[in-house]
């Protein structure tokens, strides 16, 4: 597991499907390019969901794993298209 800085952290623990994703884009759209947002959700649904979003929107999944407080996302912002 490497370490990663994050740039901005989104809590979405409790948030059931859609919502971890919608906040997520939301927190993205505010981020400059290479920036990194860390994500805590306990959503086990969103061990799919952001694998699939990061795909969709061109935005670069760099790890996630199963922490204490919940699931941990760390994804990298790219140049923002049609998101």
Known sequence: MAEYQENQLLDARGLLCPMPIV?????????????????????????VDFPAWCEDTGNELLEWHEGDDGLVFFIKKVEEEDW
Not at 28 to 33: A, Q, T
Request: charged share 35%; net charge positive; glycine share 16%.
């Open 23 to 47: 906040k997520a884009g939301k927190v993205m759209r505010g981020m400059e390019d290479g920036e990194v947002l860390k994500i805590i959700a306990t959503d086990r649904g969103s061990i």
